[in-house]
């Protein structure tokens, strides 16, 4: 009978543990329901020229990253000069493309036409969010936050915060290579 | 991360912006939209509700909350909407489904085997008051 | 020069309290009452240098000395000298020196009243203090040390977080430590009874008085926190079940089974294992909330700073504590005497039904605080839990505590006759029957069935509160009687009142309330709601010494007539720019009226949150009131007589209760 006198001692073990491996973890990080499906359809206005359009179908057909980004973002301004580099000479080819948050402001897209003159374009097309509902589609809670999207057009990767060299190295460009032996099967 | 957290610490003690932005002739749905955005979490001050948050993403979710119930949508799909898009972790309500099924049982689970136990206690201590008494007669 | 003073105390208290924790333990176990006396004047001296470290950094703190890290950090020449000394607690290191400071003041103080304890017994008392003293200390000196200096100081520090410059909540955390610290002093003793294999429960009355104190800190600190919370942070409401909150409110619920339980204990000898688990679970409970706040585990706006190292270093400290007492529960405690049987109806059982719905309720929390974290731990998902969950899970495991309340007080030890208890609590029922009929008509039946029950529950409490002590003078109603009856029984009775005030509050408050978002322009039209007619009259400008912002003036009229000006504040405190919110309160004991200033809306207007809050003061008056039950108690004529003295009237008592 003097068993049920350890139970507390195995139920704070299994605490430590799970407590242990916590740590480690990042509580406030919210992953993504979109991995593995398909990308929300949109059609957005492009940035520099309101005329034409930047949408969905654009991110069908090969294997392409999606960034957003905004003036506002101090994040995006961190990461910026590693998407100049990555669109100089890409991995596999891959490109990227922007979604511009407007966050309500109407003078982001002036300072957003500015600021890529100053600091360079990196993006193949660049969408122009102003209402804020294709980023609510995306499941867009902060900025930067960058999507791989496999080349039928399903969101298969999501990464929250500042691309940095580690993470291209370690996280973006090993997806991509794993995307592209899958196609080759 | 840092400059999310102490942004929202601000906003926090800021007051809240709320519903003022809001209204719907018909109560009903008012209340529908006042019990819905306090029961979903901001992405970006996690530790408020979205009625709470002073957060733009926040007033976006009101906005849209507000929008889906004008056209006609239930509670539930309104739900099925937002965590579409952002998973479970936006409800406060958790979901009852496989991976809850332990956090919504378990309190009742508890009390269950608590209360078995103090059965069991009881009948046993009951037995011993009887032989105390039984050995001073 | 003097911060490095600081610095060395500490590594004095150090090792006074390695010094404190063999000389305790092992002088026990050597039965060496050289060592055993000898531990008790180190600890004396590791308080001492405790005290001078915290002078020093308050000093600091006071002189504005920025050449220490933690200083630059938390303050300010532009801060108020009180609001610096609170800062001295304000964040992470010197939180922690406040902790070992309280530690080594409970820890003094059981030394002081040692002698009504046998040698062995308190030596070891205060060796196993010693012992987790020296944790934390260790933990301050290698990871948080507060005395750590820039090269280059500062001109000026970077001020305390607004949040903390307010006089409620520089004071909640020293009141909350006293409380969670405190709790370590039944953990000591019921570790030391294991240790001993103690076949007479004696401490268990020894460690009463030490439980209600601390746990009256606690009442107070939080209860303090809630009050806080509802006038500073502008969304009207007192509890979020944030994981800090949890945190501090789990300790809570165990330190009040804990309570009941060495109730028995004293009494009748039965429940030993019980009591000495719930006084292990209660200490723990406060290690894990010290945890929480700093490892960066669970999303919270109350956690500090977090740092992997830090969060390793508590957990495996959490582990050592936690685990190490539980090992010597699983093998000591089969050795720990049994106690007397009683029959179904008495005051046992209600004390074990009490202590199963308190058990139960901070499992609940427990569950619903770590879950999200379990399960991202184990890859199935991502969700988060929030009030929906742990309201719907806690209010009916409260219902029933109000249920029961009654009737624990007024039943013998033992066995009792149902009949005759439920004859004494017909008033009661009737009074709160009448209660509800009377609740029910004002408020036109709001809330509908479950609030109806739930302020039932909550009158049946109070008014069946004072049962007890009136019982005792139906009995014998010459002059004396009042005077006789003991002061636990009034401490017990003011208790059970200011839980059953604090639940109806929280009914009337969640169920009877108005909440209003209006854009309001100066003098411009009037929001009727609630009963009361609401303008903005105007807005000003207002300066304090290290903030700026605005004040509005807000009318509130009944039937024409002006019932009070209500000022909301807007502030931005400009070293740290951040905002913050004063909001506009009239407070009387039967409604709030309470109003917030939102954001500027453009054209002159403003978004305000009015609302009206009925009995909420009587949430935190019932807090209040708890704690004063308890500390009433704690004074009983029972604990102040020397051990060995009431050690014979417990057996007397017991004998009597047998026959």
């Known amino acids: ?185 | 991360m840092i400059r999310m957290l102490s942004v929202c610490i601000a906003m926090l003690f800021a007051g809240s912006l709320i519903a003022a932005d809001v209204k719907f002739d018909d109560p009903q749905k008012q209340e529908r939209y006042e019990q819905l955005i306090n029961e979903l979490r901001c992405l970006v001050c996690q530790n408020q509700t979205i009625a709470d948050s002073n957060a733009e993403l926040a007033l976006d979710l009101r906005n849209k909350v507000a929008e889906l119930i004008e056209g006609g949508k239930s509670d539930a799909e309104i739900v099925d909407y937002l965590t579409a898009r952002y998973g479970d972790f936006v409800l406060y309500r958790p979901p009852v489904q496989p991976n809850t099924l332990l956090l919504w049982a378990g309190p009742f689970l508890l009390l269950l085997v608590a209360g078995i136990v103090l059965v069991f206690t009881v009948r046993r201590r009951a037995q011993l008051a009887d032989s105390d008494e039984e050995s001073i007669s | 020069m003097t911060p490095e003073l600081g610095h060395f105390a500490l590594i004095m208290a150090l090792g006074l309290a390695v010094l404190q924790s063999v000389l305790g333990l092992a002088g026990a176990y050597r039965n060496d009452i050289a060592w055993m006396q000898t531990s008790r004047t180190v600890a004396a001296g590791q308080f001492a240098f405790t005290l001078i470290a915290f002078t020093v950094l308050t000093a600091a703190f006071l002189g504005n000395d920025f050449s220490l890290l933690y200083v630059a950090q938390n303050s300010n020449t532009a801060l108020p000298w009180p609001y610096r000394i609170a800062a001295v607690w304000g964040a992470h290191e010197g939180s922690l020196l406040l902790w070992i400071l309280v530690l080594a003041g409970w820890t003094l103080a059981v030394v002081l009243r040692a002698n009504r304890l046998p040698e062995n017994f308190a030596a070891r008392v205060i060796g196993v203090l010693g012992l987790i003293s020296v944790g934390f200390l260790l933990f301050t000196l290698f990871t948080s040390n507060p005395f750590e200096r820039l090269e280059i100081p500062p001109l000026n520090g970077r001020d305390l977080n607004p949040i903390l410059q307010d006089p409620a909540l520089a004071i909640h955390p020293p009141l909350l430590y006293f409380g969670y610290v405190g709790f370590a002093v039944p953990f000591a003793f019921a570790l030391a009874a294991l240790i001993g294999a103690e076949k007479d429960v004696a401490w268990a009355r020894a460690v009463r008085p030490w439980t209600a104190l601390a746990w009256l800190f606690l009442t107070v600190g939080i209860t303090l926190g809630s009050w806080w919370a509802y006038y500073e942070l502008g969304w009207g409401g007192w509890w979020f079940w944030d994981p800090v909150e949890n945190a501090s409110f789990m300790p809570w619920l165990i330190g009040t089974a804990l309570i009941h339980s060495l109730a028995v204990t004293e009494k009748r000898g039965a429940f030993i294992s019980w009591t000495v688990l719930l006084a292990i679970a209660a200490f723990s409970l406060s290690l894990l909330g010290t945890f929480l706040v700093r490892s960066g585990v669970l999303v919270s706006v109350h956690a500090f700073a977090t740092d992997p190292a830090r969060g390793v270093f508590i957990l495996a400290f959490l582990a050592t504590v936690v685990g190490g007492a539980l090992v010597l529960y699983a093998i000591r405690a089969p050795q720990l005497p049994a106690g007397g049987g009683f029959k179904p109806w008495s005051r046992e059982t209600f004390l074990l039904v009490n202590n199963v719905l308190l058990t139960v309720a901070a499992g609940a929390v427990l569950l619903g605080t770590l879950y999200p974290l379990f399960l991202d731990a184990l890859n199935l998902g991502k969700i988060s839990v929030g009030p929906p969950y742990f309201n719907a899970v806690f209010v009916p495991l409260m219902l029933l505590v109000l249920a029961a309340i009654a009737f624990g007080p007024i039943t013998n030890w033992k066995r009792d006759d149902w009949r005759a208890n439920v004859r004494t609590l017909k008033l009661p029922l009737v009074l709160s029957v009448a209660g509800i009929v009377v609740a029910i008509a004002i408020t036109w039946g709001r809330g509908g069935v479950i609030v109806a029950i739930g302020t039932w529950l909550a009158l049946w409490a109070i008014f069946a509160a004072f049962a007890e002590p009136v019982m005792r003078l139906r009995h014998r109603r010459d002059a004396g009687a009042l005077k006789r009856i003991p002061l636990s029984s009034w401490g017990m009775s003011i208790a059970h009142f200011g839980l059953g005030i604090s639940a109806l509050g929280i009914v009337a408050v969640s169920a009877y309330g108005f909440e209003r978002d209006a854009a309001l322009v100066p003098g411009g039209d009037a929001v009727d709601f609630g009963g009361y007619s609401w303008q903005l009259e105007g807005l000003r400008n207002i300066r304090g010494s290290n903030f700026e912002g605005e004040e509005a003036s807000l009318q509130v009229r009944r039937d024409g007539e002006l019932l009070t000006t209500l000022q909301p504040q807007k502030r931005m405190y400009t070293t740290q720019r951040a905002a913050m919110t004063e909001a506009g309160i009239d407070a009387r004991l039967d409604r709030d009226l309470y109003a917030a200033l939102g954001e500027p809306l453009g054209d002159d207007a403003w978004s305000v949150r009015l609302q009206v809050k009925p009995l909420v003061r009587f949430i935190w008056l019932g807090g209040l009131l708890m704690a004063l039950g308890g500390g009433i108690a704690a004074f009983d004529r029972r604990y102040r007589k020397p051990l060995k003295e009431s050690v014979a009237a417990t057996a007397a008592e017991r004998a009597g209760a047998n026959a």
């Open chain 1, 1 to 185: 009978m003097s068993w049920r006198f350890a139970i507390p001692l195995v139920v704070v073990i299994a605490l430590v543990a799970a407590f242990w491996r916590g740590l480690f973890l990042n509580p406030g990080e919210v992953p993504s329901p979109l991995i593995g499906k398909p990308v929300p359809e949109f059609s957005l206005p492009t940035l520099h020229d309101p005329a034409l359009t930047f949408s969905s179908d654009n991110l069908k057909g090969q294997i392409s990253l999606l960034n957003v980004f905004g003036t506002w973002c101090p994040g995006c301004h961190d990461e910026h000069p590693l998407l100049v580099e990555w669109s100089k000479s890409p991995p596999y080819g891959v490109p990227v493309y922007g979604l511009n948050w407007a966050m309500h402001q109407p003078s982001e897209r002036a300072a957003a036409i500015k600021w890529l003159q100053r600091v360079g374009n990196p993006y193949a097309a660049i969408g122009y969010d102003e209402s804020g509902a294709v980023i609510m589609d995306w499941g867009v809670y902060g900025a930067p936050e960058t999507f791989l999207i496999d080349a039928q057009g399903r969101v298969r990767l999501k990464h929250v915060g500042v691309l940095t060299e580690e993470v291209v190295q370690n996280k973006i460009v090993p997806a991509i290579e794993r995307l592209r032996a899958e196609e080759k099967q």
